[in-house]
Structure formats: C-alpha cells, structure tokens
Antibody, heavy 116, light 108 residues
Framework: QVQLVESGGGVVQPGGSLRLSCAASGFTFSSYGMHWVRQAPGKGLEWVAFIRYDGSNKYYADSVKGRFTISRDNSKNTLYLQMNSLRAEDTAVYYC?????????WGQGTLVTVSS | EIVLTQSPATLSLSPGERATLSCRASQSVSSYLAWYQQKPGQAPRLLIYDASNRATGIPARFSGSGSGTDFTLTISSLEPEDFAVYYCQQRSNWPLITFGQGTRLEIK
C-alpha cells in the first residue's frame, strides 16, 4: 500500500533553515509528481510546491518562492523541501502528497515551528 | 490565481439531517474540483474528485455536483463521524492547486 512518511520538522529560529523529507513506498515513486501542502495551526490548507516525476520542473506558491526549494531523489524514493529564511508565518504542519487526482495519498505531516 | 470561496463557514446540524456545502470558484475550473474531509490531528481525506466521483471507500451518502464555478457537496444523512472540516480544492490550474478556506460542520 502507498505510504508517505514525512520527517525533519522541529523548532527553528526566524531566518533559519530546515530540510524536510518524505519517504515514499508502495508505488513507483519515479512515475509521479509530488506536492508539499502546509497547514498553519487552526488554519486551512495551503499548497506550497510541486515537482514533476523526473524533477524537470518545479513550481512554488508566491509565499515561499525564492526561499523554499523542492527536490527529489528517485533512487531513494524520497522527496525533499529545503526551507531557508524561515519566518513565523511558515509555522505549520507540512504534508507531502502524491499527485494522483483520483487517489488519496498524503503523509501524516511534520510540524515546523518558527520561533525565537 | 484561482480563488475558491466556501460557504457557509460553519454549518450546525444534527445527525440524520442533510448537509449541503458550497464552493464557488473565481473563474471556471471545469470539473476539476475535489472535496476533502479533515478531522483534528489527521491528514485530509479525499471524498470526491472531478466534481462528482466518489473516492475509493467513501460511503454513498457523500455526493458532489457542479461544474464551471459552482459546486456542492451533499451529505444525505449525517452520521456522527461526519462532523469535521471540509475543504474544496481545484486542479484546473494544475500544478498550482488551491483550496477553499473550509467549512466546519458541527453538531447542533
């Protein structure tokens, strides 16, 4: 069965950096695009970034463009989100999700807290 | 950016009642609209995709309708486990997907 497991969250100071990982299993990871979606405490869902199956194209929300970088290692079945210049408003649970319109494949999320 | 507006923000109903949730898009999204359910501490769960198709394992009391800019999620007879927050999501502008702000369905 499809499994997505995020890791790497934690507490970081404003201006700091963090790298999130999403380990995928149960499907051919190299055949699917992947998203990062976040949810601030008590707020709604916000799409963050997308990467094509082969890493050839990447897309970002305006709120993170220039600060976050999405990448993947298909040999390791792992998706990444490098987050730099973090701000208080980046505090959220970060989910990775498989790009599959009729499928429901999300990780359990990892919490990032930006605070001094 | 395609903006999705959900209404109402909060819906108070009793088990057994019918729930009708709305989602309006700022421009046409054709039928590329999905509905998710989210409970506290959990990841969102896909209910409906492409406006009217139930995802695998979703009970028949959940149905979706609409196209273009106006969409509806209907829960025909509320069960206790249906009280949660519901989000609509568009993928017309894929991969730049967007979500509505959510409707909280609470027990009256």
């Amino acid at each position: 069965q499809v499994q997505l497991v995020e890791s790497g969250g934690g507490v970081v100071q404003p201006g700091g950096s963090l790298r999130l990982s999403c380990a995928a299993s149960g499907f051919t990871f190299s055949s699917y695009g992947m998203h990062w979606v976040r949810q601030a405490p008590g707020k709604g869902l916000e799409w963050v970034a997308f990467i094509r199956y082969d890493g050839s194209n990447k897309y970002y929300a305006d709120s993170v463009k220039g600060r976050f970088t999405i990448s993947r290692d298909n040999s390791k079945n792992t998706l990444y989100l490098q987050m730099n210049s973090l701000r208080a408003e980046d505090t959220a649970v970060y989910y990775c999700a498989k790009d599959d319109p009729g499928g429901d494949y999300w990780g359990q999320g990892t919490l990032v807290t930006v605070s001094s | 950016e395609i903006v999705l507006t959900q209404s109402p923000a909060t819906l108070s109903l009793s088990p057994g009642e019918r729930a009708t949730l709305s989602c309006r898009a700022s421009q046409s999204v054709s039928s590329y609209l999905a509905w998710y359910q989210q409970k506290p501490g959990q990841a969102p769960r896909l209910l409906i995709y492409d406006a009217s198709n139930r995802a695998t394992g979703i009970p028949a009391r959940f149905s979706g309708s609409g196209s273009g800019t106006d969409f509806t999620l209907t829960i025909s007879s509320l069960e206790p486990e249906d009280f949660a927050v519901y989000y609509c999501q568009q993928r017309s502008n894929w991969p730049l997907i967007t979500f509505g702000q959510g409707t909280r369905l609470e027990i009256k």
